[in-house]
């Protein structure tokens, strides 16, 4: 397990608002490795991931500029779950030694690894602690496809294909309710912030 430096996991489903609020650590000097980045380093172009997804789906996954068609990978995942299956074991481990790599490194009080599926994976066994950023669904599916301008129903497929907002707010430590304003989040998260610099020294001690 990497947990040095202090990790703090950040996850909630599509739409939650991850991204914004990872956004507010790092304006207070904390690291955060991004898992979303992650899945789309292993599959950069020229990446050994991408011929076997190609041997496996024919070269239509490939674009003419070297880079995976994302489209069409999703297709498969949301409709085939052998395929899914597949994919997932032949990325999550590379994604994983991605990440470990990036955690090692960080130089903050505490580093945070955002992951959208860090409950759905082994992501969870690398973290200290779990922050959940969470919204009503209703509020959730309104606004990702508003950002993603797709419908609903495609919305909706997405958060099926994932864990239940019951079973994250079940298995989180700390849970930020951001159905709220943008642009409160900056201060909302100080409490957090200190609450975790507090958990990092006192791992410190114990080590």
Sequence with gaps: MYRDPYIVGLTGGIGCGKSTVAA??????????????????????????????????????????????????????????????????????????????????????????????LLETNQHRLVNTLLLIDVPEKLQVARAAARDQTSQKSIEAIINNQITREERLAKADYIFDNSGLEEDIPQNILWLHRIFLNLAAEALVTD
């Design 24 to 117: 507010a650590f790092r304006k207070l000097a904390i690291d955060v490795v991004d898992a979303d980045q992650a899945s789309r380093a292993v599959v950069n172009p020229g990446m050994p991931a991408l011929n076997i997804i190609a041997d496996r789906f024919g070269s239509h996954m490939i674009c003419s500029d070297g880079s995976l068609n994302r489209c069409a990978m999703r297709s498969i995942i949301f409709s085939e779950l052998k395929e899914k299956n597949w994919l997932e074991n032949l990325l999550h481990p590379l994604i994983a030694e991605w990440i470990q790599e990036k955690l090692v490194s960080a130089k903050s009080k505490y580093v945070m690894l955002e992951s959208p599926l």
